[in-house]
C-alpha cells in the first residue's frame, strides 16, 4: 500500500502535502508546532486534522507491518500463492488481514487438528468436493486405522476438518460479519440482582446493532459486566446457512446431508461464536471512539473558558459536617489566607460564618466567591448569596466544576505546591484559581478526572489519555505561556518540552530572576535546539527585551517580520504604540503574494503575523464567554414549568446536554428538545460553556430531575 496516496486520498490532500505531515512527523515534531509554524507545508490543516492523520498513518503502518509478518509466516510454511498475495495487497483493514491468516495461523488443540493428526485431511477433500464419482462411506474404508476404527469415525473426523475450513474462509467471514452488521439485533434480559434497578430501561430490550447508539453499548456493556443483563446478539440464523451453503453446497444427494450436518456445525460452534464476539468488540470499540470523542469535544471548551483576570478570588470548597474550606487567592493565584466555617448543617453557624468571611472579603478586597459543585453546595450558595447582602463592596459568586479538585488535592503535584495545606484547604485553592484562570489550574488534574464526558473508566484508558492529553495540548498551545510565571505543569504541556525540562525552565528562571528574552531558552539544561525550535514560539516573555517574544510570531520569523515592518515604514515602536492598524489594508493594496514574497514567507505565515503585530501579548480566550456571575440564588422547589432561564451547557452526551440554570441541579435538554431542525448529535448545536436559553418542561424533586427545551422560545 502506498501508504502517502492513501492519506492523501482520504484526508483530501496534495500527495506533496501528504509526504510533508510524514516527514515532520517522523522528525519529532509536535502535531502544535507542524499546525501553527508549516502551514505551508501541509495546505493549513487544522491540528485535529492532524491528529487525525497522525492516527491513521499509525494504523496504517501497522497494518503494513502485519501484512509483512503475515507473508513471511505464510511463506515459511511453503503455502504462499498468488492468490494470497492479491488477497493481501487488497486487505484494508487488521480484520481482513487476520481473516487471510486464519488457515495458516498455528492453533491450539482442536477437533479438526486431531483428525489431521490421524490422517484424515484427503478424505476431507474428498467430502468438500462432493463429486459423484466417490461413494463418501467407501472412501472412508480406507482411513480405518487403530485411532479410526470406523468409516463413521473417519467421516466425523473429515467433518470437523472441514467445519474449520468453512470457519477459516476470509470470503465467507467477510459476508457473514456484514449480516451481522447490517441485520443483526441485540437483545437483553434483565437478571436477578441487587443492582438491576440501574438497568431497568434495558428489561426486554431490543435494537438493530446498526442504529445502537454509544452510550447504549456502553451502558449495555457495564450491565453485563455487574451481572445485571444476560446479552445476545440475534441474527436469522436461515439467512447465514444460506450464505455458508452459496459457498459450499453443490447438491449432491450422497453427500448433502453430510455437508448441511457440517454446515450447521461450523456455524453454530466456531463461525458464530466468533462472529457475535467480534460484533460485540467492533461494538464497543465504536461506542469508544465516539465516548472519547465527546470526551476531547467537551473539553476543549472548559479548557478554553475566559479567565477572569485581574480579580482577588475567594474559593470555597463545601462540606457539611468538616465545615466549608476557605481559601483568598490574589490577582496572580496566589495565596493571602485561609479558613474554615460551619455555615452548613449539622453545625449551621450562620451568623458566625458571615462575620468572618466579611472580614476577609473587606480585607483582601473580595471580588467574586468561586463556589465548588460537590457536596453541600446547595446550602453554599444559599448561604453566599446572603453573605453578599451584608458585605459593603461588590461581591458576586460563580458555581464552578470541582471535577478533579479531589484527585489534585491528595495528589503529588497539590502535596509540593501546598506542603502546609491539608488536602480540603487544596482543593479551596484550587476551586479559586479554576475560575481566575481554568487552563492553568485544570491541566493539573488528570484529564480523565475533569467531569466531561460519560463512562471514562470504562474506556481505553491509553486511548483516552494520549486523546485528552492531546487536547490539552492543542489549548495550552494556541493559547501560549507566560515563561516568567507559568507552573512546571503548564510549561510541560508546551510543544516539545516536558516535566523534566519544565523543572530546568522554572529552576532557570529563578536563578537569573526571570527570563528576558526567548534565545535564553538554550542556556537551559536538557533543552537543546530541536526542542527550542518546537517551543519557543509558545513561549510568551511578558515586558521582555523584544516585543516579538510576547507574540506567537516564531523566532524564525524575526527577519521576515522586520522586513514586512520596513516595506511599510514601520518599526517595533508603532507595535509598542499600536500604529499599525492600517497594516491589513497596506498588504492588501500591494498584493498578500508580493508582500509575502519580498519577506522570504508564505501567504499564510505572513496572515499569522500580521494578526499577532495587530495584538500583541493577546489571549485568544478573552474573545470566549465569561463566567456566568451571580449575586441571587433559586431552589427547585421555586422552578415551574413554562419558566424561561439563561443556562450554560455543562457536559454534552450522545443523548443531550445538561445545562446549569443556577440551581443545584443541572438540567437535561434531550436531543429531541435541542433544535427544531434535524439533528445527529447534541454537539453538532452545543458545546460546553456556550450559553444558552432554555424552558423548564417538567421537575420531578422526588428523582431531582429537571427536564428543559431549547424550542419554542424565541417565538413566545
Do not use: W
Given at each position: 500500500?502506498?501508504?502517502v ?8 490532500l ?8 510524514i ?11 507542524i ?5 505551508e ?6 491540528d485535529?486534522t492532524?491528529r ?11 497494518l503494513n507491518?502485519e501484512?509483512d509478518?503475515?507473508q ?5 510454511q511453503?503455502?504462499w500463492?498468488?492468490?494470497i498475495?492479491e488477497a493481501l495487497s487488497q ?7 487476520e481473516?487471510?491468516y486464519?488457515p ?5 488443540k482442536?477437533?479438526a ?7 484424515l485431511?484427503?478424505l476431507?477433500?474428498i467430502?468438500?468436493?462432493q463429486?459423484k464419482e466417490y461413494?463418501i462411506e ?6 480405518i486405522?487403530e485411532e479410526v476404527p470406523s468409516?463413521q469415525?473417519?467421516?466425523a473426523?473429515?467433518?470437523d476438518i472441514?467445519a474449520e475450513?468453512?470457519?477459516d474462509?476470509?470470503?465467507?467471514r ?6 451481522l452488521e447490517n ?7 434483565l437478571?436477578?440482582?441487587e443492582?438491576n ?7 426486554n430490550?431490543?435494537q ?10 456502553l451502558a ?11 446479552v445476545?446478539?440475534?441474527v ?12 459450499y453446497k453443490k447438491?449432491?444427494?450422497?453427500t448433502d ?6 454446515i ?14 467480534e460484533?460485540r ?5 465504536r461506542?469508544n471512539?465516539?465516548a472519547i470523542k ?6 476543549k471548551?472548559l479548557?478554553?473558558e ?5 480579580n482577588v478570588?475567594m474559593?470555597?470548597d463545601?462540606?457539611y459536617r468538616t465545615?466549608?474550606k476557605i481559601a483568598?487567592?490574589?490577582q496572580?493565584g ?12 449539622p453545625?449551621?453557624?450562620t451568623e458566625?460564618s ?13 471580588d ?12 453554599a ?5 446572603e ?5 459593603s463592596?461588590p461581591?458576586?459568586?460563580a ?13 503529588k ?13 487544596r482543593?479551596a485553592?484550587s476551586?479559586a ?14 484529564v480523565?478526572s475533569?467531569?466531561v464526558?460519560q ?6 484508558q491509553?486511548r ?18 507566560d ?9 510541560s504541556?508546551?510543544s516539545?518540552?516536558n516535566?523534566s525540562?519544565?523543572k ?14 526567548r534565545?535564553e ?6 533543552l537543546?535546539?530541536k526542542a527550542?525550535?518546537?517551543?519557543a514560539?509558545f513561549?510568551?516573555?511578558v ?6 517574544d510576547?507574540?506567537a510570531?516564531h ?5 521576515a517580520t522586520?522586513?514586512?515592518?520596513k516595506?511599510?515604514d514601520?518599526t517595533e ?12 489594508n497596506l498588504?492588501?493594496l500591494k498584493?498578500?503574494d508580493?508582500v509575502?514574497?519580498e519577506?522570504?514567507i508564505g ?7 500580521t ?13 470566549m464567554?465569561?463566567?456566568v456571575l ?6 427547585m422547589?421555586?422552578l ?6 439563561d443556562?450554560?451547557v ?5 443523548f ?7 440551581v443545584?441541579?443541572d ?11 434535524f439533528i445527529?448529535?447534541p454537539?453538532e448545536?452545543l458545546k460546553?460553556?456556550?450559553r444558552?436559553?432554555v424552558k423548564?418542561?417538567?421537575v420531578d ?16
Open positions: 500500500m502506498d501508504i496516496e492513501q492519506l492523501a486520498q482520504e484526508f483530501g496534495k500527495k506533496e502535502y501528504s509526504q510533508n505531515i516527514n515532520l512527523l517522523d522528525e519529532g515534531c509536535t502535531i502544535p508546532f499546525a501553527r509554524y508549516r502551514k507545508m501541509h495546505g493549513t490543516c487544522d485535529q492532524l487525525a492523520f497522525s492516527d491513521r498513518l499509525k494504523y496504517l503502518r501497522s507491518e501484512k509478518k503475515v513471511r509466516a505464510i511463506t515459511e511453503g503455502k500463492t498468488d492468490e498475495a486487505a484494508r483493514t487488521l480484520t481482513e488481514v481473516d487471510i486464519r495458516y495461523k498455528p492453533k491450539r482442536t477437533r487438528s486431531v483428525a489431521i493428526a490421524k490422517g485431511e484427503p476431507c477433500d467430502l468438500e468436493k463429486s461413494i467407501k472412501e472412508a474404508e480406507k482411513f486405522t468409516p469415525d473417519a467421516i473426523g473429515a467433518k472441514l475450513r468453512i470457519s474462509n476470509a470470503e465467507l467477510k459476508e457473514l460479519r456484514a449480516l441485520k443483526a439485533t441485540i437483545e437483553c434480559q437478571l436477578e440482582n443492582n434497578l440501574t438497568y431497568e430501561t434495558y428489561a430490550f431490543k438493530e446493532v446498526k442504529n445502537l447508539p454509544s452510550h447504549r453499548i449495555i456493556n457495564r450491565g453485563e459486566k455487574e451481572k445485571c443483563l444476560k445476545d446478539i440475534i436469522n440464523r436461515e439467512l447465514a446457512i444460506g450464505i455458508i451453503n452459496s459457498f447438491n449432491n444427494e450422497d446431508k453430510l455437508i448441511e450436518e457440517t450447521d456445525d461450523a456455524y453454530d460452534r466456531l463461525l458464530f461464536p466468533s462472529l457475535e464476539r460484533c468488540n467492533n461494538l464497543t470499540d461506542a471512539e465516539q465527546m470526551f476531547e469535544v467537551n473539553l471548551p479548557l478554553m475566559a479567565p477572569l483576570k485581574n478570588i474559593g470555597l463545601p462540606a465545615g466549608c483568598v487567592i490574589d496572580n496566589d495565596v493571602l489566607a485561609t479558613s474554615v466555617v460551619y455555615p452548613t448543617p453545625q449551621s453557624k458566625e458571615i462575620e468572618v468571611l466579611k472580614k476577609l472579603i473587606e480585607k483582601y478586597r473580595v467574586i466567591i468561586s463556589i465548588g459543585n460537590g457536596t453541600a453546595s446547595k446550602e450558595e444559599i448561604f453566599v448569596a453573605l453578599i447582602k451584608h458585605v463592596r461581591v458576586s459568586y458555581v464552578v466544576s470541582e471535577a478533579g479538585a479531589s484527585v489534585y488535592s491528595a495528589s503535584l497539590g502535596a509540593e505546591e501546598f506542603p502546609d495545606y491539608d488536602v480540603s484547604l482543593s485553592v476551586i484559581r479554576r475560575l481566575q484562570d481554568p487552563l492553568a489550574e485544570l491541566i493539573k488534574i488528570d480523565k475533569i467531569g464526558g463512562y471514562q473508566h470504562d474506556m481505553p491509553n483516552l489519555t494520549e486523546v485528552l492529553t492531546g487536547v490539552v495540548e492543542d489549548c495550552v498551545n494556541s493559547v501560549g505561556v515563561i516568567n510565571t507559568a507552573s512546571p505543569s503548564l510549561l504541556y508546551v516539545g518540552l516535566m525540562i519544565a530546568n525552565i522554572v529552576a532557570y528562571r529563578a536563578k537569573v530572576k526571570g527570563i528576558k528574552n534565545d531558552l538554550l542556556n537551559v539544561p536538557k537543546g535546539p527550542y525550535e518546537q517551543c514560539g513561549l510568551r516573555v515586558g521582555g527585551e523584544e516585543i516579538l510576547n507574540t510570531v523566532p524564525e520569523s524575526y527577519p522586520k522586513t514586512l515592518l516595506i511599510f514601520m515602536s508603532d507595535i509598542k504604540s499600536g500604529n499599525v492598524t492600517n497594516l491589513p498588504i492588501k498584493g498578500e508580493k509575502a514574497k519577506c522570504g501567504v499564510p505565515t505572513l496572515e499569522d503575523i494578526k499577532e503585530l495587530l495584538k500583541p501579548g493577546r489571549d485568544i480566550r478573552e474573545s464567554p465569561k463566567p451571580r449575586s441571587d440564588v433559586i431552589t422547589e421555586d415551574k414549568e413554562g419558566m424561561v432561564f443556562g450554560v455543562r457536559n454534552v452526551i450522545d443531550g446536554a445538561f445545562v446549569d440554570i443556577g443545584h441541579q438540567g437535561l435538554v434531550h436531543i429531541s428538545q435541542i433544535s427544531d431542525a445527529k448529535h454537539s448545536v460546553v460553556g456556550q444558552v436559553k423548564i418542561l417538567s424533586l422526588n428523582k431531582k430531575r429537571i427536564s428543559l427545551t431549547m424550542k419554542g422560545i424565541e417565538e413566545e
